[in-house]
């Protein structure tokens, strides 16, 4: 497709359980981004690859919180031991590497933590 | 850091009238770009409009405009003849030049009265 993908759109959890969130961004964008949206408000940063490099992840919340882009395409979000304040929408957005250059966003992953 | 306010946690406007959403922000740079985000029900989230700081002309993109207010660090979404799929959350965002994450508002939820 066209867009950016992810999966799954929805996952529940039981408290503990380690999660894998995965994006397939556009093909041919470099720069992939992970943002957080709790219920009711606006998305938060989460980490940020150019290519296969990690250059920020000064909003991951915590050493739960892990990304990777091993091959500079698919990312991976994973969160282990998953705890309620994790549940929230995982949003992953795409772009070109230039400066102010528009985002492009998937439907984001749904994770409810029980 | 950078905080970005949109005091506007909902909006109505009447199918073909005119709705303006607010947005102020904070920052101490002086280059940077500014962003509005529609959120339908769906959740994907879709660029609307963009700004560059350093450019004094407002942005338009047909039914949209916005009132960039550098000194007033003010950035508001002008919506003409409103429509049904008009409906949905806005985000207002911004990027620091040098720096591409977004920082973005709550939201304002925008209902279309038909």
């Known amino acids: 497709g066209a867009g950016v993908s992810q999966s799954p759109r929805y996952k529940v959890a039981k408290r503990g359980q380690d999660v894998a969130l995965r994006c397939d961004p556009i093909?041919?964008?470099?720069?992939l981004f992970w943002y957080q949206q709790a219920l009711g408000q606006g998305p938060e940063f989460l980490t940020y690859?150019?290519?296969?490099?990690?250059?920020?992840k000064s909003g991951l919340p915590s050493d739960r919180f892990f990304a990777e882009r091993p091959e500079g395409s698919v990312s991976t979000l994973k969160i282990q031991r998953t705890q309620q304040e994790d549940s929230a929408v995982y949003l992953c957005?795409?772009?070109?590497?230039?400066?102010?250059?528009?985002?492009?966003f998937g439907p984001g992953t749904r994770l409810t933590v029980l | 850091a950078q905080t970005v306010t949109q005091s506007q946690p909902e909006m109505s406007v009447q199918e073909a009238e005119t709705v303006t959403l607010s947005c102020t922000y904070d920052?101490?740079?002086?280059?940077?770009?500014l962003f509005w985000y529609k959120q339908p029900p769906s959740r994907q989230m879709i660029l609307v409009i963009r700004?560059?700081?350093?450019?004094?002309q407002n942005a338009t993109e047909n039914r949209f405009s916005v009132n960039f207010q550098k000194a007033a660090k003010s950035f508001s979404l002008k919506i003409s003849d409103s429509q049904l799929g008009d409906a949905a959350m806005y985000f207002c965002?911004?990027?620091?030049?040098?720096?591409?994450?977004?920082?973005f508002g709550t939201g304002t939820r925008l209902t279309i009265i038909p």
């Open positions: 957005a795409s772009s070109l590497v230039r400066q102010g250059v528009t985002q492009y």
């Open positions: 093909s041919g964008h470099v720069s």
């Open positions: 690859f150019q290519n296969e490099a990690q250059l920020d």
């Open positions: 920052t101490s740079e002086s280059d940077y770009y």
């Open positions: 700004q560059e700081a350093y450019k004094q």
């Open positions: 965002a911004y990027a620091g030049f040098g720096n591409e994450k977004l920082t």
